[in-house]
């Protein structure tokens, strides 16, 4: 395995499984050493990470901002629409002026293409902060903390319900692969997750023996699972079918039963923010099962070991 360094990170698949796992490891590390009272680690002293937001953000842009504090960078935060980006300044001219300002850069952004455009054409690493098409930032806190919960990756059964094509669900199912964890999307007709991201899945569970399923009822999803995740209904920018969603989501919601159908040891995971009374209830995200801040948490772990890594 080469050095990460100058790579971006705008897909799960934009590292080998060996390199995401280096990047867990590291954050394990960051995370010990944090507790044992070392807050600063000055490894990107004097660097500096540009964050673009076309979208809100409040875990993502808090973590990522503290993250290179706490290793002795800076970072410059804008929304979209504040730069020239919103008056039509191409994203490929955004990236090429940046790139002599910054040594690195995440965005959040509607287009996943954008994303794709501004890394191409930037001379510096590039993360996505979450696309329509996926969220590889949020994947790493969730492995950290499923390892964290239960001992081990390979071989946890993962349950996702609910909207099987959200872009948290298919940086899942991509790390799920990568990393030799079983996965069963419990979702409606029509809401799968995208062909492109099972077919990417299924090439990595080939190596790490992981099995990828879709199903369409909460109990076959759920039955013999050790985490139990959902994600909203209706993600950001879907304001508009927000009716048609919320109708055909309904029967994946995360209630107590539906809890005491996984493992008796089973975990509740999700990575907010939470519709609380849609996607799970108050009983499941506030009660014995639920791991939610420790994985919000784990945002700013992880994060650190990806940045020391990359820049
Ligand atoms: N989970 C997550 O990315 O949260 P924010 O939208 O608050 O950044
Ligand atoms: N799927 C959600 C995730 C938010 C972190 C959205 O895109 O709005």
Redesign the pocket.
């Known amino acids: 395995m080469g050095s990460l360094r100058g790579r971006d990170y705008i897909s799960v698949v934009d590292l080998s499984p060996e390199e995401l796992t280096t990047v867990l490891e590291l954050s394990r590390d960051f995370k010990r050493r944090f507790y044992g009272g070392e807050r600063v680690i000055p490894v990107l002293q004097g660097k500096t990470l540009m964050l673009i937001f076309q ?1 809100p ?1 409040t ?2 842009r808090v973590s990522f901002e503290v993250a290179m504090k706490q290793l002795g960078g800076f970072t410059v935060t804008a929304n979209w629409t504040e730069l020239q980006l919103g008056r039509g300044e191409t994203v490929a001219d955004t990236a090429r002026t940046l790139s002599r300002y910054v040594d690195g850069m995440a965005a959040r952004v509607y287009r996943h293409s954008d994303l794709v455009e501004l890394a191409q054409y930037a001379t510096v690493p590039v993360i996505n902060a ?1 696309s ?1 098409l996926e ?1 590889p930032v ?1 994947a790493l806190a969730d492995f950290l903390t499923i390892w964290e919960k239960k001992g081990r990756i390979a071989g946890v059964n993962i349950a996702f319900l609910g ?1 099987g094509a ?3 669900a298919h940086s899942l199912i991509l790390m799920a692969a990568s990393l030799g964890a079983n996965i069963r999307v419990g979702t409606a007709k029509g809401y799968e997750p995208l062909p492109r991201i099972l077919e990417l899945a299924e090439e990595r569970a080939r190596r790490s023996g992981a099995s990828i399923d879709v199903v369409y009822t909460v109990e076959e999803a759920v039955r013999g699972a050790d985490v139990v995740y959902t ?2 209904w ?5 304001e508009a079918e927000a009716e048609r969603r919320v109708r055909d989501l309904s029967p994946f919601r995360v209630t107590s039963e539906v809890m005491r159908l996984a493992k008796p040891d089973a975990i509740f995971m999700h ?3 939470a519709k609380r009374g849609y996607e799970v209830v108050d009983e499941v995200i506030d009660g014995p099962w639920s791991v939610v801040w420790d994985q919000a948490e784990n945002r700013l772990h992880t994060q650190k070991a990806l940045l020391a890594l990359l820049l």
């Open positions: 979208k953000s875990r993502t979450l329509d969220h949020q909207d959200d872009n948290v994600d909203v209706v993600s950001m920018g879907q990575c907010l923010p």
